[in-house]
């Protein structure tokens, strides 16, 4: 073997595919890294999570579920989205407590149905816009919630 053996030499054409692939790549990267930046930070982190279970778990103690039947039926305008509108304007509430069970776990079925409505952003349904008003929680008391989330869980 001779010692001026030349370096072998990358042709220009494969230069050119790996610079390609790492462009493709690279955009891929910073686009699923814009997109998981822009998760709404209203979820609360899985140990976070436990807290705010037992929370609202802890406001169903007392909730009327026959009130909150009311409330979503008359008293706010949730009927007209999620009834008269349901599976086009918004989801339909049968089979909900079912959906919500398994909808962001580690969050029990009343603790997403109670953030959904709280914080509509922090889960948006698949196949709906983020349309929902965010303003209940300064119109709704906590047993207003605590009724309707106890009507919901039936449904
Ligand atoms: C202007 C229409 C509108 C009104 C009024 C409205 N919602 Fe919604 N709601 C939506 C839409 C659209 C979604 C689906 C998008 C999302 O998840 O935010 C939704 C989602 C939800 C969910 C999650 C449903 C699921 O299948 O996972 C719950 C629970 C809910 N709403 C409860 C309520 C309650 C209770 C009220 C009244 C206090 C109400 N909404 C009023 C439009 C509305």
């Known amino acids: 073997m001779s010692a001026s053996a030349p370096a072998p030499r990358v042709p220009l054409w494969a230069m050119g595919i ?4 790492l462009i493709v790549f690279g955009g891929v990267f910073l686009l699923e890294f ?21 929370t609202v778990e802890g406001l169903l ?15 706010f ?12 304007v918004a989801p ?16 029990t079925a009343a603790a997403y149905i109670y953030q959904s409505i709280t914080e509509p ?8 816009a983020n349309a ?3 303003n209940y929680p300064s119109r709704l008391s906590e047993q207003d919630l605590a009724d309707i989330v106890a009507y919901l869980l039936t449904r």
């Open 34 to 54: 814009i997109v998981a930046s822009e998760a709404p930070a209203a979820t609360p982190a899985p140990d976070g999570a436990a807290a705010y279970v037992a």
């Open 121 to 128: 952003g922090a889960h948006v349904v698949d196949g709906y």
């Open 61 to 75: 103690a007392t909730a009327d579920p026959a009130r909150g039947a009311t409330l979503v039926n008359s008293g």
């Open 132 to 134: 929902m008003p965010n």
């Open 18 to 21: 790996t610079f390609a692939l």
């Open 77 to 88: 305008e949730c009927h007209v989205c999620h009834e008269q509108g349901a599976g086009r």
């Open 92 to 107: 339909g509430y049968d089979g909900l407590a079912a959906r919500a069970a398994t909808a962001a776990p580690p969050l």
